[in-house]
């Protein structure tokens, strides 16, 4: 995710490609991989089918990914990563060979209904902006090859840094450097195609820098007093509205005033640092629950009302090997262990899923922004057990009250006794990156852990 907040109502933009429904919108989930102690893919499917997430985006095309979703009515949106931009761009060859070996080789057992080219290109720090229509071309032209241009899209996820001006929404304007090299012929590309510009947009940086200005009640659907759009009159009674609304606004300016729009990645963390304002499990909880609703519940946007909303939540797990501040390690609905970090529920058809509430109490105020390590009782004991002769050993962990008749003996068990000390560890190393690995056996959790009568310690 890249971080670039732009204005009261502007953040980032990300991709993926849906279709729409007659009345309401449809909600599709990211599912990122930058992590070492995730369940397998196949297991991953059957979680999605539970919840009745029948959407889902990659951000690349994984053979054991692709292979898990064959067969499984999961719609399914791949990515060429920026790195293979330049490649594609310059050889329809290497295009026509990467879509036969990452897209037709699966299909039609794997559904695969789009191809996002790239990620957030335009603020890609290697400068792969001038490689992205060639590219995207290129791609399509290898679908048209294969037969496969009726049933599988392209597009490419956009950052609203791509904004020069993006409040009131009415006053949406593309960067001007941007308009003629890039912006016109992707979205005439587009229009051509029938597909959809791909748009990643967070409320939460938008109100975590600007917490003085915007309501949090505004940022996560909740009954507020609503902003006018003093362009046109428009009222608004949520920030990811706004936020849409000034892509559909920037794109009329460009002359593409029918090019629809799928917001491909959109989310609240449930932790973060002591600097990022608003980030905790409630507010995740309210933002990704609010929006589910918002979306299930039919309408678009007050500037295209007739156009059903549809988003792709990020993400399903939590990232334990992604870089940057706490949160972004922590916008996950589920941990590893397939347990959830709050409930949402995905569709009117979602069941229960392995609820963590005799572990993971619901968090209070006081809880929000800190974090805690855990181990993963799926992994195998082994692990477990020389994560905790580590923990207790050369790192140092303080493991003196899980030691026989010690305040946190009791549960006698291997999890709770290397959660202890895994935790321990973490703390006592400032809850630093790869605090909480243990070669997968421990994950970071946003609510205190309850191991029978056992505290587990804070770095706060």
């Known amino acids: 995710m890249v971080l670039f907040v732009l204005s009261l109502l502007m953040l980032s ?14 909600i599709g989930v990211n599912y990122g991989r930058i992590a070492n102690n995730l369940p397998a893919p196949e297991k991953v499917v059957e979680l999605l089918k539970s919840q009745g997430i029948n959407r889902v985006k990659l951000y690349d095309t994984d053979k054991s990914v692709l292979t898990a979703l064959a067969n499984s009515g999961i719609k399914v949106v791949v990515s060429l990563p920026n790195e ?17 070996e990452n897209v037709k080789k699966y299909t039609p057992a794997t559904d695969i209904e789009a191809i996002a080219v790239g990620n957030e290109v335009f603020v890609d720090p290697r400068n792969t902006t001038s490689y992205l229509v060639s590219a995207m071309k290129n791609v399509q032209s290898s679908l048209v090859k294969f037969n496969l241009d009726e049933s599988i899209k392209v597009s490419s996820p956009i950052a609203l840094s791509a904004l020069a001006n993006s409040y009131p929404p009415s006053a949406g304007l593309f960067k001007p450097d941007l308009i003629e090299p890039v912006i016109k012929p992707m979205l005439d590309l587009l229009r051509k195609t029938s597909s959809h510009i791909m748009v990643n947009a967070y409320p939460f940086f938008a109100y975590a820098a600007n917490a003085d200005k915007i309501s949090l009640d505004y940022a996560l659907f909740k009954e507020n007093a609503g902003n006018v759009d003093s ?27 029918d090019v629809k729009l799928v917001v491909t990645e959109t989310g609240w963390p449930s932790a973060g640092d002591e600097n990022e304002i608003g980030a905790g499990s409630a507010n995740a909880a309210a933002y990704n629950g609010g929006l589910v609703k918002r979306v299930l519940t039919g309408n678009g ?58 572990k993971v109490p619901v968090e209070t105020p006081s809880h929000v922004g800190q974090t805690w390590c855990v181990a993963n009782g799926k992994t195998t004991k082994e692990k477990l057990q020389e994560g905790l002769d580590y923990a207790c050993g050369e790192g140092g962990a303080d493991c003196r009250p899980i030691q026989k008749g010690a305040t946190c003996y009791d549960p006698e068990s291997l999890e709770a006794h290397a959660s202890y000390a895994f935790n321990s560890y973490y703390q006592k190393n400032s809850r630093g990156v790869g605090t909480c690995d243990f070669g997968g056996a421990a994950y970071v959790v946003s ?9 587990f310690p804070t770095g706060h």
């Open 231 to 257: 362009g046109n009159g428009l009222k608004y009674d949520n920030l990811l509205d706004a936020q849409i609304d000034a892509v559909f606004a920037a794109m009329a300016a460009v002359g593409f005033n």
């Open 13 to 26: 933009s990300f991709s993926a490609i849906s279709f729409t429904h007659a009345d309401s919108g449809m």
């Open 447 to 455: 609510q205190p852990p309850k191991y029978g009568k056992c505290e």
């Open 301 to 358: 946007t007050p500037l295209k009302p007739k156009e059903p909303l549809n988003v792709y939540l990020f993400a399903l797990f939590n990232e334990n090997q992604k870089t940057g501040p706490t949160s972004e390690r922590n916008y996950g609905l589920f941990y590893p262990n397939e347990n959830k970090v709050y409930d949402v529920p995905f569709s009117a058809k979602s069941t229960p899923v392995n609820d963590s509430k005799d």
């Open 84 to 100: 293979n931009l330049s490649a594609a761009a310059a050889d329809q060859s290497y295009t026509d060979n990467w879509v036969q």
